[in-house]
């Protein structure tokens, strides 16, 4: 009877009322498309109140020697949202604004991403507030390390698999890898992903996100008759997606007009060489006074004219606010949870295709899945395997959400989201209510 109610939706989502003032805390507004899809699905209120919070949240305090001797106790946390699907999976974000709401968020959105890409996991997502860029190397591996043995009762290959995210990266893994490993006293390679491929990484990890990213928009740009030969495009971020997503749309001929990261942007109408923007960061530590681009702020280059537009850094930057002024045709959410609700609604009425986070950005989890099951197999792929079985997931994910699109006349954010809870919600059901 439930599951008849889940599996039939009828009207088309209705946006819910939300205060004057815009709401930008992650965890309300991952609540809000939740609250959308499921008022959509019909979903029994039991089920809703399940769906619509962590099933576990842990914070925990990390004491860790900084060089000068003294102990700094750093703040971390590992939500866990659903496991109906699977063990729960999502990456770990060293930020100084790390907030538990945002890691709670994070861990839903990663519910719905999994279930969108179709793979066996939950959603799960950790955090440590701090400032890695103000942090040698041996204090953010003293750190990594205890957060790691701090969280350990709760991940492991079966329970939950963390992986990178912002300001995390291969390294962190290997240090959480290795701590998990020498505290139960062997080799557990399946217990993060995006390691080093020396220890039991996955080829094709690093560049996964910005390949899921640009298949999805390959297929977008067929849909809308847009060419991605000389289409131009704007990156916010550039860190593993937004760097690694200028070099993939550049090797197809798109034009990389305008770059930026925390420091400000740099555009060039005539087109951006990634690799030279890469080699001046790699110097300078920012892509701001690379020669032959000029200056530009984070704010003009989300507005800025252009076929598509990938945010690629942190939350909240599609708003309210600069929704009415956004040019592109396309936005590929590389980032996760940039663009708010209400912008949404903005973007939508004005013809702008949003291609969400929990489709488009779902390329980094499904290579992190492809390790996780060579790791569990004592497999290796070749990275010609990884992009063609990526590609696959990919398209077929796509073109699930189109489908939904078609049939309930919502826009890509609204019906990714019925197809991921309505594929949770089912799992849940079925599983049933213990005890
Ligand atoms: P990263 O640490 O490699 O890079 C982050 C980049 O964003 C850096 O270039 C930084 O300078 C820039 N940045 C940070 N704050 C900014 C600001 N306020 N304005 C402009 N630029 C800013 O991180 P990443 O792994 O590339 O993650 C970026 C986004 O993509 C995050 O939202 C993350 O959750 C999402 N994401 C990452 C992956 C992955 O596999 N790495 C997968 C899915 C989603």
């Not at 060039?268 to 702020?297: C, H, Q, W």
Request: proline share 6%; aromatic share 6%.
């Amino acid at each position: 009877m439930l599951m008849a109610t889940v599996m039939k939706p009828a009207t088309p989502p209705v946006m819910p009322r939300i205060a004057p003032r815009e709401e930008l805390n992650p965890f309300r507004i991952a609540q809000i498309q939740f609250d959308m899809a499921a008022e959509f699905l019909k979903l029994d209120p039991g089920l809703r109140q399940i769906l619509r919070t962590p099933k576990r949240v842990l914070e925990v305090s990390i004491p860790t020697k900084m060089d000068n001797g003294q102990v700094k106790v750093l703040t971390g946390f590992r939500v866990q949202h659903n496991l109906a699907r699977g063990p729960g999976k999502g990456g770990i974000r060293f930020h100084p604004n790390v907030t538990l709401d945002e890691v709670k968020a994070l861990a839903m959105w990663m519910t719905w991403k999994t279930a969108t890409v179709n793979i066996p996991y939950g959603g799960a997502k950790g955090g440590v507030i701090c400032d890695p860029k103000r942090m040698s190397k041996t204090e953010l591996e003293r750190m990594t390390r205890r957060y790691a043995s701090e969280i350990l009762p709760i991940i492991g290959p079966s329970t939950d698999i963390p992986a990178p995210d912002v300001y995390t990266d291969a390294q962190t893994m290997a240090w959480i890898m290795d701590t998990y490993s020498m505290i139960v006293g062997h080799e557990v390679q399946g217990v993060v992903t995006g390691k080093p491929v020396s220890v039991g990484g996955s080829a094709g990890r690093d560049e996964a996100t910005a390949r899921g990213l640009l298949y999805v928009v390959e297929e977008a740009c067929k849909l809308k008759k847009i060419s991605l030969r000389g289409a131009s495009v704007a990156i916010q971020g550039f860190g593993n997606a937004g760097a690694t997503a200028a070099r993939l749309f550049a090797e197809k001929k798109a034009k990389i007009i305008a770059l930026s990261d925390t420091r400000g942007g740099v555009t060039n109408s005539r087109g951006i060489d990634p690799f030279k923007a890469l080699r001046y960061k790699e110097r300078s530590g920012t892509v701001v006074g690379m020669p032959g681009a000029s200056r530009i702020t984070n704010d003009d280059l989300l507005t800025m004219k252009c076929d598509i537009l990938i945010p690629a850094a942190l939350e909240n930057v599609i708003t309210l606010h600069n929704a009415d002024a956004i040019k592109a045709r396309i936005i590929a959410e590389a980032a996760n949870g940039p663009t708010t609700p209400h912008a949404d609604e903005i973007l939508a009425r004005r013809g702008i295709t949003v291609l969400p986070d929990i489709l488009t950005n779902a390329g980094g989890v499904t290579v992190s899945y492809f390790e996780w099951v060579q790791n569990q197999e004592g497999l290796g792929w070749d990275i010609d395997e990884i992009r063609a079985r990526l590609q696959k997931i990919m398209v077929r994910a796509f073109s699930d959400v189109v489908d939904t699109m078609r049939r309930h006349h919502v826009p890509p954010r609204h019906a990714a989201m019925i197809l991921a809870v309505s594929r949770v919600a089912e799992a849940t059901l079925v599983r049933g209510l213990f005890p």
